[in-house]
Antibody, heavy 120, light 109 residues
C-alpha cells in the first residue's frame, strides 16, 4: 500500500523559507505514470494546489505562488521536497503531499498533512 | 484563471439525497473529480471522471457533468457522510494548473 509522509518544521518565522519533505513508501517515485504534488489548506479554508513534479524533475507550479516556490525530487531517497520563500502569516496552513495520477489528472493518494505556522 | 464555485453548505436529513454543485465555465468539457474531507483528515477521492467511483466507495455516491455545472449526488445520506466536499479539474490553459472548488460543507441533520 502506497504511503506518503510529510516532514519538516512546524514553525517558521516571517520572511524565512518554509521547507518540507515528502517520503514515499510502498511504491517508486520514479514511476512514469505519476507526478507528485503539494497542496495546502489554511485553517478553516479550502484546498490550494501549490505545484507538482515528475521524477525527471519537470515541474508545474500554481501561477499565484510560482515566484516563491521550488519543488525538487530525490529519486535515490524516494522523496520530493517543497521550499516556499518569504513566508508570511498567510502561508500558515496544513501542507499535504499527494500522488498525481497522470491519465486522469487526479490526486489518488495523500499524506496525512502537516501544520506549518508562520509566526515570530 | 479558471474558477470553480460551490455552495458553502448543504443540509440534508438522513436517508435523503444531497446534491452538491460545482460551477465553472464550460465545465462539461472537462473531467471533474470529487474529494471528501472529514475533520482532521486528508481528502479522499470519492468520484472521478465525472461519474466513476474508486474501489471501496459506496454506490450511493454518483456524479454528473454537463454545460456549466457538475454535480455530486449522495443518495440515502448517512451520518458518516457529513464532511467537506471539493470538486477538482485540471486547467490546461492556465499553466497546467490543478483547480479546486471552493468547497461545500455537508451537514446531516
Amino acid at each position: 500500500q502506497l504511503q506518503l509522509q510529510e516532514s519538516g518544521p512546524g514553525l517558521v518565522k516571517p520572511s524565512e523559507t518554509l521547507s518540507l519533505t515528502c517520503t514515499v513508501s510502498g511504491g517508486s517515485i520514479s514511476s512514469s505514470s505519476y507526478y507528485w504534488g503539494w497542496i495546502r489548506q489554511p485553517p478553516g479554508k479550502g484546498l490550494e494546489w501549490i505545484g507538482s513534479i515528475y521524477y525527471s524533475g519537470s515541474t508545474y507550479y500554481n501561477p499565484s505562488l510560482k515566484s516563491r516556490v521550488t519543488i525538487s525530487v530525490d529519486t535515490s531517497k524516494n522523496q520530493f521536497s517543497l521550499k516556499l520563500s518569504s513566508v508570511t502569516a498567510a502561508d500558515t496552513a496544513v501542507y499535504y503531499c499527494a500522488r498525481l495520477e497522470l491519465h486522469q489528472l487526479l490526486l489518488d493518494y495523500w499524506g496525512q498533512g502537516t501544520l506549518v505556522t508562520v509566526s515570530s | 484563471s479558471y474558477v470553480l464555485t460551490q455552495p458553502p453548505s448543504v443540509s440534508v436529513a438522513p436517508g435523503q439525497t444531497a446534491r452538491i454543485t460545482c460551477g465553472g465555465n464550460n465545465i462539461g468539457s472537462k473531467s471533474v473529480h470529487w474529494y471528501q474531507q472529514k475533520p482532521g483528515q486528508a481528502p479522499v477521492l470519492v468520484v472521478y471522471d465525472d461519474s466513476d467511483r474508486p474501489s471501496g466507495i459506496p454506490e450511493r455516491f454518483s456524479g454528473s457533468n454537463s454545460g456549466n455545472t457538475a454535480t455530486l449526488t449522495i443518495s440515502r445520506v448517512e451520518a458518516g457522510d457529513e464532511a467537506d466536499y471539493y470538486c477538482q479539474v485540471w486547467d490546461s490553459s492556465s499553466d497546467h494548473s490543478f483547480v479546486f472548488g471552493t468547497g461545500t460543507k455537508v451537514t446531516v441533520l
